[in-house]
């Protein structure tokens, strides 16, 4: 690695996968307060940081890369042009330490979080052909919550989903967030993700034919109606009611 940017994690993952451990001792607590901006030049600026995050995937991340790449465009880039440097030897390391895989990682030491899937059936921005608007949700506060209402329109940092092997429409990586068909309105929201295998019902998606989602629970699909999303009865024909990610 070069510089700075990424050790905190490659020095996490590679104790953990190797052997080792780390502990938070309450009364032994180190803190890190980063500046507005960096004190110090070096070639290349930020971009230094993400071909560290590159390298770190390389060596320790697995399929699971796979993730990071598609959230992160700047790291694919790099990655697609091998321009990331020789991490050989850091594997060759790994293996000669019989390090465990990135999956132990995830299982053993960050059980709590959610993995989006490695190769998701549809992600991007979900845009609707009729009114040519994507799917967006306006943040009401700085954190996101549930219960916001879901919109349409045509801003350009429209929020990015992933369609899940569970059939849910999720709102990006690491924010618990799924589309909801609300029981008996015709308003979508976003809601808390339903956190066990299967979707719950007002979350749970199809992706027909014709290009329209529905919601198997109520039999109805999603529509764009003048900057709002609606739920309302499944026409083929409207166009209002075809999405596709783009």
């Known amino acids: 690695m070069e510089f700075w940017g990424g050790e905190n994690l490659e020095m996490s993952f590679r104790v953990w996968q190797c052997g080792g451990l780390l502990e938070i001792i309450p009364c032994s607590v180190v803190g890190h307060i980063f500046r507005k901006k960096s004190p110090h030049t070096f070639p290349?600026?930020?971009?230094?940081?993400?071909?560290?995050?590159?390298?770190?995937?390389?060596?320790?991340?697995?399929?699971y890369k796979e993730i990071f790449y598609r959230l992160n465009r700047v790291a694919a880039s790099i990655f697609k042009m091998n321009s990331f440097g020789d991490v050989s030897e850091r594997r060759q390391l790994r293996e000669k330490l019989r390090c465990k895989n990135f999956s132990w990682y995830l299982n053993s030491v960050y059980p709590e979080t959610y993995v989006?899937?490695?190769?998701?059936?549809?992600?991007?921005?979900?845009?609707?052909?009729?009114?040519?608007?994507?799917?967006?949700?306006?943040?009401?506060?700085?954190?996101?919550?549930?219960?916001?209402m879901v919109t349409c329109n045509n801003r350009i940092e429209a929020q990015y989903?992933?369609?899940?092997?569970?059939?849910?429409?999720?709102?990006?990586?690491g924010i618990k967030l799924c589309l909801h068909a609300d029981p008996g309105k015709a308003s979508v929201c976003l809601e808390w993700c339903h956190p066990k295998e299967k979707a719950a019902p007002e979350q749970a998606w199809i992706f027909t034919e014709t290009n329209q989602v529905m919601n198997p629970s109520s039999g109805k699909c999603l529509a764009a109606a003048g900057g709002n999303v609606i739920l309302?009865?499944?026409?083929?024909a409207e166009d209002s009611q075809k999405w596709a990610f783009i």
């Open 44 to 63: 290349n600026g930020s971009s230094v940081i993400t071909r560290n995050l590159v390298r770190l995937a390389e060596v320790w991340m697995d399929d």
């Open 161 to 173: 989903y992933e369609y899940t092997s569970k059939q849910e429409i999720r709102l990006s990586f």
């Open 232 to 236: 309302t009865s499944c026409k083929s």
């Open 116 to 148: 989006p899937d490695i190769r998701p059936t549809m992600y991007g921005q979900l845009e609707n052909s009729g009114w040519q608007c994507q799917l967006d949700v306006k943040k009401t506060k700085k954190h996101w919550e549930p219960g916001q």
